[in-house]
């Protein structure tokens, strides 16, 4: 009885243990996928951060630049109200 059992369960046992290793795998390369997904989507998001990055630099550099070329000219009107040129 026991060996008629194992005969007619073999086959069952092989399908399930070969349906394991197919999902097994399935999984694997959905991991991958996935993995490599994620890889992609963090370089390209690391590049627009690097961009903005490099666009708000230039773009307080120059605030600076104005800032300073301002002050210039309030000093310089200021002198000049002070101390207005010789007739």
Sequence with gaps: M????LVTAG????ALRR???AAEAEGENTRNAVSDAIT???ARIEGRL???RDELRTDVRELRDWQTSHT?????HDHNRR???AN
């Design 19 to 21: 349906a394991r290793g």
């Design 83 to 85: 101390h207005p040129p």
């Design 50 to 52: 690097d961009a903005v």
């Design 11 to 14: 086959p069952s046992y092989l």
């Design 2 to 5: 026991v060996v008629v059992a």
């Design 40 to 42: 992609t989507a963090v």
């Design 72 to 76: 210039a000219e309030h000093i310089l």
